[in-house]
């Protein structure tokens, strides 16, 4: 796309600049500017409103060349560069660019006389790239062809600095769903308690040598945030439904930022809920609303992905958090058809089969992977539509195929897989560029016959070479001091960890998941924070 590259770079300063506190409007002497290598100076310093820079309009008419009218009775800024034509007006969350209206991530204001703008916004409309320097607490704005280097040396455009050097993510995922990792059922209604919880989670995964979190936003067909298309989590206050008094995804990302780390939104897709009797939901939620697209299987509700429907209505409920939210990435956990399927216990869509069918698959096998993998490119292509640097990936189950399977599957005899049990046609997702990285999760030891690890990272490493998509690899530190071979020592971590680093196409790691990693399963937090400050 034309301004992919260009919003990844703006985004990194979006949410580097987040990462300051909400007391840095305060201490905004403190910012400076520069635009192509040049001191930039300002009567009113840059600051941050709704974590977004606010820069003054006069910057961008004299830096850039941009003709700039200010209509006082209407509190309206037309900006004009090019063939471009920008309108922006105090208060209003929407702009018009060229004659379209486009939401806007922050309004207009107006400070000690001067009219402030969001940099990002601006910045994308006008061939702006911006940087942030964090040391020296500096934005660097730069204008194409000026020949000054558009990024920051030492980071990834796009990405947020971490607590290292290391261009290599190194993530931890933190589940909400049965309260498994944050917040504790101790917490529920305490927002105090809550934030206190998820900061001092942060500050020892950091301490571990963590750059990247991936929290549960959407546990089974709900929110832990503000929506207005499913309900509030149970796992904030015990009640489906409940209010719990703040918007908790907000305080997520900005501590998250703060921190210097990335924030990746989870989402469970086709998850409705893990309660059965639909009377305990409240009245939004998606099972008493659309009680036709649930499939009840395994005890549990499950949005019928073969219904188009429903399938967008999730893809705007996730557009709800990348419009909304500051967010790194979106990230989707392999629940996609369930795997637990059996002759007495069946996924029945049957119906939906027949009905909503139009290129009339025979197998249904394959109709239901063509139904993920409509999925997945229509939500890529909504996140990237709207915010080009936000990545979009998937973790899915460790094993794609077995070669018994398919010829070109992996050396491994799994007893489930996530093309034939989840319909999950990850090859397909990765060689049409649908997704920025895979980060399958490879839950088994070195020396685990059925599915070893160091053969499975080859395997997957082999999917994503030449392609553009990123390889992650999910790791099971929970899975330390269990019975299972291999698992009797935390060099076992350790050990995987130099497969990755010498197999060339292993971008980065993630863990689950942060409270079992945080437990120092067998000693292993020393040797993996000695690991991360030598590699």
Known sequence: MKFRSLLMLLLLSVLSLSSLSLSAQAKASQITMLLDGQPLHSEVPPFLKSNFTMVPLRVISEGLGASVNWNNSASTATITKDSDTLVLQAGRK??????????????VQVVSGRTMVPLRFVGEHLGLLVNWNQTKQQVTLVTKDSGVPSTVPGTTPGTVPGNTDSAQLRGAWISTV???????????????????????????????????????VRPAADAIYPSELVPWSQYLTGTPGKDPGYDPLAFLVEETHKRGMQFHAWFNPFRASILTDVSKLPANSTAVQHPDWIVKQGGKLYINPGIPDARQQIIDSVMEVVQNYNIDGVHLDDYFYPSGESASDKFNDDSTFLTYNPDQIKNKGDWRRNNINTFVRDLGQSIHKVKPGVSFGISPFGVWRNKATDLTGSDTKAGITAYDSMYADVRTWIQNGWIDYVAPQIYWSMSFTNARYDKLVDWWSQEVRGTGVKLYVGHAPYKLGSPEVGWQTAQEIINQLNYNKQSGEVQGSIFYSAKDLLKNPLGLLPLLKSYFLTN
């Not at 934030?195 to 020892?204: G, H, P, R, S």
Request: glycine share 6%; no cysteine.
């Open 94 to 107: 929407t702009a018009k660019v060229n004659g379209t209206a486009v939401p806007l991530d922050a309004t």
């Open 178 to 216: 049965y309260n498994l990792d944050w917040p504790s059922t101790k917490s529920y209604g305490n927002e105090a308690q809550q934030k206190a919880e998820y900061t001092a989670l942060l500050d020892k995964l950091q301490d571990t040598g963590i750059n990247a979190v991936f929290v549960q």
